[in-house]
């Protein structure tokens, strides 16, 4: 499973999927007049739409990082390597498109911390100068190309947080994905049909909703393994029944409308009275409930990471980030610019994420708006 | 009523049932105890040989559900699920697969501390929530409200981790009013809880003062306050002696469901602050691969979350006869 992850035709397919998917609801969406009035809306508030293009930015580096990108091998005169056998031009091992144009940066690499924009170590080092032993800070490889310094091992960390987007946005969107398929198909299904299918996906969702999150997504990552694949299934699947719960109740209502019972009595067939008249009309639920609950996904990773059952510590995260940190606040003087990148990363996208989602909600369902 | 309760208890036994066996499919079924095994010996010394032994010694060496060597009974008692999960159901949680120690006593000796942790915050939460959420919801629609609305979305959207760090070394490294981590039994453990406790109650107040606020607002439009409004109250009569006491009936018949789930630890900070309570045990476990106290915690926690769910159902019931009647 995580071979075929990481390979590099599946991650471009994946990435040019959700891409065109995600254009092709928002077109889908834009010919219907209640979407339309939400969107009006939303633009209504200057904060929301400052929000959309802070979230904007953020999903455009991810999706930068996501495309596969391999360079030709070139050799010292410049010419392309081939294979001698088959004649075939030689690639590196890979990496995203956002790798390729973050080389430059993070291709300086320094020895040890080194504060932001500075221009020599952080760290003292014994010099021998004139026969006088010394304790002086040495001069960096790369003095001030480093915007927000480097870390214990010399890497860049502004280059670090960039490649955390990612893996956030991966969690955000990733989980939703997984659980909202899921949640509509039980929740729609157990509210109309009732009855014994209702009362079989009843107890298993009470089932699910007792073990705690925590412990439950724990128990998965010990037994399957660390990695954001397996974290995002984890969380997927613990976290459907509260979707599933809100949907049911929306469906058993519905199903009493005037509309619903008209289709009914006309004979239209069931499947189809779902797509047509219950499913759209829990669609502002579904979308509410992603997007409000993408920022406490990218809040759990990062807990999650700390507690030892999130991503491995070979997955960038703002999570590995901040354990990583943790340590180097006990030294003195402080090394803070990890944390502080890391903290305000996370907060850039959290933050608009909930504004965000508030006005969506606020737009989508004047019931639950807050006065 | 009385039928009510017997139903909603017999429900309890088929969830817990449910769980029990999902806890099986994931540790034994997923993972089986030969796995389980050569994890716990590792890649170098994990020959046939030494695993059986290793089985041999933890009680995973019988079938897993049918043991047809045994006799009478025993074909079901004599059995992994039956020893290893099943028995969960009546409180025999067994032996740690690493240190042999009983999980059970393990259990009841650091219920308290991880109580002594959480419960305070749950009483402070509450009550700073409540209060805040009160003065809030008087200046609705002012410029105070918006301001902290604003600022419970940024409570919000900052990680936990970053409170905890942030409290830590600014009270227990600079201004050192406090100890970093650790615990002491007895009435000494204060000093050390004081840091986790203030932590707890600031990390939780966006989220909080934000829902209390729905909540008093929801009930703010209702039409008995504008009964009230039309006697001539003034206004925080209004809020605090009608809408404060029936928006507190969600609130209160939810808090058995939070007192009985308080017992398992707040896993973050019992790590960060070296509490010896039951979230710190389980993420100990969950680090060193102890697959029977992730287990027994994993079953604990159903155990109470079900258990808690039934109690404020009853509650709730008791209060709202709309609730046992429909």
């Given at each position: 499973?995580?071979?075929?992850?990481?390979?590099?035709?599946?991650?471009?397919?994946?990435?040019?999927?959700?891409?065109?998917?995600?254009?092709?609801?928002?077109?889908?969406?834009?010919?219907?007049?209640?979407?339309?009035?939400?969107?009006?809306?939303?633009?209504?508030?200057?904060?929301?739409?400052?929000?959309?293009?802070?979230?904007?930015?953020?999903?455009?580096?991810?999706?930068?990082?996501?495309?596969?990108?391999?360079?030709?091998?070139?050799d010292?005169?410049?010419?392309?390597?081939?294979?001698?056998?088959?004649?075939?031009?030689?690639?590196?091992?890979?990496?995203?498109?956002?790798?390729?144009?973050?080389?430059?940066?993070?291709s300086?690499?320094?020895?040890?911390?080194?504060?932001?924009?500075?221009?020599?170590?952080?760290?003292?080092?014994?010099?021998?100068?004139?026969?006088?032993?010394?304790?002086?800070?040495?001069?960096?490889?790369?003095?001030?190309?480093?915007?927000?310094?480097?870390?214990?091992?010399?890497?860049?960390?502004?280059?670090?947080?960039?490649?955390?987007?990612?893996?956030?946005m991966?969690?955000?969107?990733?989980?939703?994905?997984?659980?909202v398929?899921?949640?509509?198909?039980?929740?729609?299904?157990?509210?109309?049909?009732?009855?014994?299918?209702?009362?079989?996906?009843?107890?298993?969702?009470?089932?699910?909703?007792?073990?705690?999150?925590?412990?439950f997504?724990?128990?998965?990552?010990?037994?399957?393994?660390?990695?954001?694949?397996?974290?995002?299934?984890?969380?997927?699947?613990?976290?459907?029944?509260?979707?599933?719960?809100?949907l049911?109740?929306?469906?058993?209502?519905?199903?009493?409308?005037?509309?619903?019972?008209?289709?009914?009595?006309?004979?239209?067939?069931?499947?189809?009275?779902?797509?047509?008249?219950?499913?759209?009309?829990?669609?502002?639920?579904?979308?509410?409930?992603a997007?409000?609950?993408?920022?406490?996904?990218?809040l759990?990773?990062?807990?999650?990471?700390?507690?030892?059952?999130?991503?491995?510590?070979?997955?960038?995260?703002?999570?590995?980030?901040?354990?990583?940190?943790?340590?180097?606040?006990?030294?003195?003087?402080?090394?803070?610019?990890?944390?502080?990148?890391?903290?305000?990363?996370?907060?850039?996208?959290?933050?608009?994420?909930?504004?965000?989602?508030?006005?969506?909600?606020?737009?989508?369902?004047?019931?639950?708006?807050?006065? | 009523?009385?039928a009510?309760?017997?139903?909603?208890?017999?429900?309890?036994?088929?969830?817990?049932?449910?769980?029990?066996?999902?806890?099986?499919?994931?540790?034994?079924l997923?993972?089986?105890?030969?796995?389980?095994?050569?994890?716990?010996?590792?890649?170098?010394?994990?020959?046939?040989?030494?695993?059986?032994?290793?089985?041999?010694?933890?009680?995973?060496?019988?079938?897993?559900?049918?043991?047809?060597?045994?006799?009478?009974?025993?074909?079901?008692?004599?059995?992994?699920?039956?020893?290893?999960?099943?028995?969960?159901?009546?409180?025999?949680?067994?032996?740690?697969?690493?240190?042999?120690?009983?999980?059970?006593?393990?259990?009841v000796?650091?219920?308290?501390?991880?109580?002594?942790?959480?419960?305070?915050?749950?009483?402070?939460?509450?009550?700073?929530?409540?209060?805040?959420?009160?003065?809030?919801?008087?200046?609705?629609?002012?410029?105070?409200?918006?301001?902290?609305?604003?600022?419970?979305?940024?409570?919000?959207?900052?990680s936990?981790?970053?409170?905890?760090?942030a409290?830590?070394?600014?009270?227990?490294?600079?201004?050192?009013?406090?100890?970093v981590?650790?615990?002491?039994?007895?009435?000494?453990?204060?000093?050390?809880?004081?840091?986790?406790?203030?932590?707890?109650?600031?990390?939780?107040?966006?989220?909080?003062?934000?829902?209390?606020?729905?909540?008093?607002?929801?009930?703010?439009?209702?039409?008995?306050v504008?009964?009230?409004?039309?006697?001539?109250?003034?206004?925080?009569?209004?809020?605090?002696?009608?809408?404060?006491?029936?928006?507190?009936?969600?609130?209160?018949?939810?808090?058995?469901?939070?007192?009985?789930?308080?017992?398992?630890?707040?896993?973050?900070?019992?790590?960060?602050?070296s509490?010896?309570?039951?979230?710190?045990?389980?993420?100990?476990?969950?680090?060193?691969?102890?697959?029977?106290?992730?287990?027994?915690?994993?079953?604990?926690?159903?155990?109470?979350?079900?258990?808690?769910?039934?109690?404020?159902?009853?509650?709730?019931?008791?209060?709202?006869?709309?609730?046992?009647?429909?």
């Amino acid at each position: 499973m995580v071979e075929i992850w990481n390979s590099w035709w599946f991650q471009n397919t994946l990435v040019g999927l959700l891409v065109v998917s995600g254009i092709a609801v928002v077109l889908r969406l834009r010919r219907r007049e209640y979407w339309r009035l939400a969107y009006r809306e939303v633009c209504r508030r200057r904060g929301a739409v400052i929000c959309f293009f802070v979230l904007c930015l953020y999903t455009l580096v991810a999706l930068i990082d996501s495309v596969g990108w391999r360079d030709a091998l070139r050799d010292e005169n410049g010419e392309l390597m081939r294979d001698p056998r088959t004649g075939k031009v030689v690639y590196d091992r890979g990496g995203s498109a956002l790798d390729h144009l973050l080389k430059g940066i993070s291709s300086k690499k320094e020895k040890t911390y080194s504060s932001p924009m500075s221009r020599e170590s952080f760290m003292l080092e014994s010099v021998n100068r004139d026969g006088k032993v010394l304790r002086e800070r040495p001069p960096l490889k790369h003095p001030g190309a480093h915007l927000l310094g480097t870390d214990r091992i010399g890497q860049d960390v502004f280059c670090q947080a960039l490649k955390s987007i990612r893996t956030g946005m991966v969690i955000g969107i990733l989980t939703t994905l997984l659980a909202v398929p899921f949640a509509l198909l039980l929740g729609v299904a157990s509210g109309y049909y009732g009855g014994l299918v209702d009362d079989i996906l009843q107890y298993i969702c009470s089932v699910l909703s007792s073990i705690p999150t925590v412990l439950f997504i724990a128990s998965f990552m010990l037994i399957f393994g660390r990695g954001l694949p397996q974290l995002c299934l984890a969380m997927g699947i613990a976290s459907w029944t509260g979707l599933y719960r809100l949907l049911r109740g929306e469906t058993l209502r519905l199903r009493e409308e005037e509309f619903v019972q008209a289709a009914v009595a006309m004979g239209v067939p069931s499947w189809r009275v779902l797509l047509r008249h219950i499913v759209p009309n829990v669609m502002h639920l579904v979308l509410i409930t992603a997007v409000l609950r993408f920022s406490s996904e990218v809040l759990a990773e990062a807990a999650l990471t700390y507690l030892g059952i999130g991503v491995g510590s070979d997955t960038i995260s703002w999570g590995t980030m901040i354990n990583d940190a943790r340590t180097e606040l006990t030294r003195d003087p402080i090394i803070w610019w990890k944390l502080c990148t890391a903290f305000a990363f996370m907060l850039g996208l959290v933050l608009p994420a909930n504004i965000f989602g508030d006005a969506v909600r606020d737009a989508l369902d004047p019931r639950l708006r807050t006065q | 009523m009385l039928a009510y309760i017997v139903r909603r208890i017999l429900y309890v036994i088929p969830t817990l049932l449910g769980v029990n066996v999902l806890v099986f499919v994931l540790f034994f079924l997923v993972n089986s105890p030969d796995d389980m095994a050569r994890q716990a010996l590792g890649e170098k010394n994990s020959d046939p040989v030494q695993v059986e032994r290793w089985k041999e010694a933890h009680g995973y060496d019988v079938p897993l559900f049918w043991n047809g060597n045994a006799s009478g009974i025993g074909r079901v008692t004599k059995t992994v699920f039956f020893t290893k999960s099943l028995s969960m159901m009546w409180g025999d949680f067994g032996k740690s697969d690493m240190t042999h120690e009983s999980i059970g006593d393990e259990i009841v000796r650091r219920a308290l501390p991880s109580l002594c942790v959480t419960a305070p915050i749950f009483l402070a939460t509450l009550l700073i929530n409540v209060f805040l959420a009160m003065l809030v919801a008087t200046a609705r629609g002012s410029v105070t409200d918006r301001v902290t609305q604003f600022a419970c979305v940024v409570f919000m959207s900052i990680s936990t981790l970053i409170y905890i760090i942030a409290g830590q070394y600014f009270f227990a490294k600079l201004l050192r009013w406090t100890p970093v981590s650790g615990y002491l039994p007895g009435l000494d453990c204060w000093k050390f809880l004081a840091l986790p406790i203030l932590v707890g109650v600031i990390s939780s107040l966006g989220s909080g003062i934000r829902l209390y606020r729905t909540l008093f607002l929801e009930e703010i439009n209702k039409d008995y306050v504008r009964t009230a409004r039309a006697k001539g109250l003034p206004e925080w009569q209004i809020l605090f002696l009608h809408v404060l006491k029936n928006a507190m009936i969600p609130i209160l018949t939810n808090v058995p469901l939070q007192l009985l789930m308080l017992m398992m630890g707040n896993m973050m900070l019992e790590n960060f602050f070296s509490i010896p309570g039951l979230g710190g045990y389980t993420i100990t476990a969950l680090n060193a691969q102890d697959f029977a106290i992730v287990r027994s915690m994993v079953f604990l926690g159903s155990f109470l979350y079900v258990v808690g769910l039934l109690l404020t159902d009853i509650c709730y019931s008791l209060v709202d006869p709309r609730i046992r009647l429909g």
